[in-house]
């Protein structure tokens, strides 16, 4: 269920002007052609304008400088976050705590308040230390000596292993992987691996979100960071010691080999790869599939693989598909540049004169 607000309390909320009634009553907030009475929309450019007549939304959030609607707005220069915000509002319910279900398992010296929410059949190890208000749901295993802050959620078959910490308001999705063993090994010259024992941990900052069966494994030694504001969507690899920079956002299929360290605002598109022992400064961005190779300057915008920046990368696909023509035109150029030398070449005759 979703809480009630006045269009006041919400443009207060995101910094937005009121245009119409500042007193309507609020109930949720859905796309344009979802909207029942009483929720809120939004449109992210005057493109979308005008709202088609079906549309039943009682308000709507808009960009600046956008002609009047007929109905109750919030003017906003930044109508996306506006409508993310005002969304995440409307649906937070107040923290209701169920306490420990009775199939959960929990072990010898585990911290655990009052103020908790587990589900079925959740193992806790040992030592667990658990905050305020967190939340796990049926199913997930936490590892001996691991601590758990405020407010944080661990969603079903969520697995965060021995001596990892996980900070406040941070969201681990469904079957997510937190401190499994990083991939180190070593091999003989005969070929058989042995395995490096990995005895470091994890530490997950505050208000980080990681997605559905993505992978952090734990250091070699010390740690494996994600830092406070991190986003990691679905099916991503974080490998071993590799140290994620506050805000970045890593998009499904990611994967980064051992050691690298990204920057604040790393963005790196869909299934790109990184090489391990790289450094990534601030705000790179990478486009999708991209295969990482050299350190990153801050602010590097880059494509391909080996990744190389991205209007070098646009102009080198848009010539690939063209390579069978251009090899074709080249081997034609090269023919008529020898049947050319060959009219030029003196003959025998003329080399006796000269």
Not at 27 to 43: D, H, S, V
Not at 61 to 90: K, M, N, W, Y
Not at 102 to 131: K, N, Y
Not at 168 to 184: E, N
Request: with cysteine.
């Amino acid at each position: 269920m979703s809480r009630e607000c006045t269009l006041r309390q919400l443009a207060d909320l995101v910094g937005g002007r009121v245009e119409g009634d500042p007193n309507l009553i609020v109930r949720g907030l859905n796309g344009i052609e979802y909207a029942q009475p009483g929720e809120i929309t939004f449109i992210l450019d005057r493109k979308q304008l005008p709202l088609p007549e079906t549309c039943q939304a009682s308000a709507c959030i808009v960009p600046v400088d956008t002609e009047a609607l007929g109905r109750p707005a919030i003017v906003t220069d930044q109508p996306s976050l506006a409508a993310a915000r005002i969304h995440t509002f409307l649906l937070t319910e107040p923290f209701q705590a169920k306490g420990i279900h009775p199939s959960a398992v929990t072990g010898e010296g585990c911290v655990i308040p009052r103020e908790v929410t587990i589900g079925p059949l959740v193992c806790l190890g040992d030592r667990v230390t658990l905050g305020e208000r967190v939340t796990i749901h049926p199913g997930a295993v936490i590892g001996s000596d691991v601590v758990i802050d405020d407010d944080t959620i661990i969603h079903a078959n969520v697995t965060v292993a021995e001596r990892c910490t996980i900070g406040k308001r941070v969201i681990l999705h469904h079957g997510a992987v937190i401190g499994s063993d990083g991939f180190g090994f070593a091999t003989d010259r005969m070929g058989v691996h042995y395995k490096k024992p990995q005895v470091g941990t994890v530490r997950i900052d505050d208000d980080v979100e990681i997605g559905a069966n993505s992978c952090v494994d734990r250091a070699a030694f010390g740690t494996t960071w994600i830092k406070s504001g991190a986003r990691i969507d679905n099916l991503v690899m974080v490998g071993h010691n590799v140290v994620v920079g506050e805000h970045s956002i890593l998009v499904a299929q990611v994967g980064i080999a051992g050691s690298t360290t990204l920057g604040r605002n790393v963005v790196l598109g869909a299934k790109a790869g990184v090489a391990g022992h790289l450094h990534l400064d601030d705000q790179v961005m990478a486009a999708a599939k991209s295969g990482i190779h050299n350190n990153q300057p801050k602010g590097a915008m880059i494509g391909g693989s080996p990744a190389i920046e991205v209007k070098s990368w646009g102009r080198a696909a848009a010539a690939f598909s063209r390579l069978p023509e251009m090899v074709k035109e080249l081997r034609r150029l090269r023919k008529e540049v020898d049947r050319l030398t060959g009219l030029l070449a003196p003959t025998d005759q003329q080399k006796d004169n000269q």
